[in-house]
């Protein structure tokens, strides 16, 4: 008996300490993603630009690229997807030059900011705190923040108040749902995959996974917001979307038949330029 008693613990030790081990591994590649580093600049696509250096509140240094536009009465704030950097969105955005004065961002962790790690949103909302300060110093006391993916759901969790109008393409509405779909193919090891992974997150990061959630966060948001998705979207299901209106109905949604993620500004092209480009020019104040 003791024999099957010390087997079965042993058993138990080993597999609580394998889970330990792959969960940990899955939340280091996860928050310490690979560098992407675009191969060109807003140069490639005709734009005059200025690389700046900002730098959050925790210290943490951050590559941007300021976008300048002559005249310009009003700015944007671009963020990025996860694991990418700020070129990845440039050619989504770049129509809003034709308008606005525009800043693009490596957030903490990616691209050629510092940082070593991502936390999915949680302290992301720092390093879009050091963007507008960035654009505050330049004339901008409001500015309108468009985000794609993980940097579409930073966005909807800001609460600074500069933040004057949003438009969110293919967010996420809660980490922990987003998780639950990637790991899918874990079956039953699903559930205490992601449960553990937290537990990292508030050991190394201090940061609290269960808080990076837009769908908690958009009840409390004031400023205009359009939510952006595509219904054939791979990576972050529509339903994510639905959810967010739901839980905001005077939030604006636009679904886009046929588009997956990071593909709605192709498949609606000049239309998807022409509704963003009115939202922000209908909701960011002009500038003195």
């Given amino acids: 008996m003791k024999m099957w008693v010390s087997v079965l613990w042993r058993v138990a030790a ?18 310490n993603p690979g560098r992407y580093v675009s191969g060109f600049t807003p140069g490639a696509f005709g734009l005059a630009f200025e690389p700046v250096r900002l730098i959050t509140a925790d210290g ?33 955005i770049s129509f809003l030059s034709r308008d606005f004065e525009l800043l693009l961002f490596d957030f903490r962790a990616m691209g050629e900011s510092g940082g070593f790690f991502s936390s999915g949103g949680v302290k992301e909302s720092a390093d879009l705190d050091a963007a507008a300060a960035f654009m505050k110093s330049r004339g901008f006391d409001k500015v309108g923040v468009f985000g794609f993916s993980m940097g579409a759901s930073a966005a909807l969790m800001s609460e600074n108040p500069a933040i004057a109008a949003r438009v969110a393409d293919s967010p996420f509405s809660d980490l922990g749902r987003t998780l639950e779909h990637a790991f899918s193919g874990l079956g039953f090891l699903k559930v205490p995959m992601i449960r553990m992974m937290k537990v990292w997150s508030r050991l190394i990061l201090g940061a609290d996974m269960d808080r990076v959630s837009p769908l908690r966060r958009i009840t409390a948001l004031k400023a205009p917001t359009l939510i952006i998705h595509g219904d054939a979207d791979t990576q972050v299901p529509v339903a994510s979307a639905l959810e967010l ?44």
């Fill in 14 to 31: 080993y597999s609580a300490l394998a889970c330990a081990a792959f969960s940990f591994a899955l939340f280091y590649l996860y928050s």
């Fill in 60 to 92: 943490v240094e951050l590559s941007g690229w300021h976008i300048p536009r002559k005249g310009a009465k009003r700015a944007v704030i671009a963020c990025h997807g996860y694991p990418m950097d700020k070129g990845n969105i440039l050619g989504m």
């Fill in 245 to 288: 209106k739901a839980a905001c109905p005077e939030a604006e949604l636009w679904i886009i038949k046929g588009a997956d993620h990071g593909g709605s500004s192709g498949f609606a092209g000049r239309t998807y330029e022409k509704r963003i480009t009115d939202f922000f020019n209908a909701h960011i104040p002009v500038r003195p």
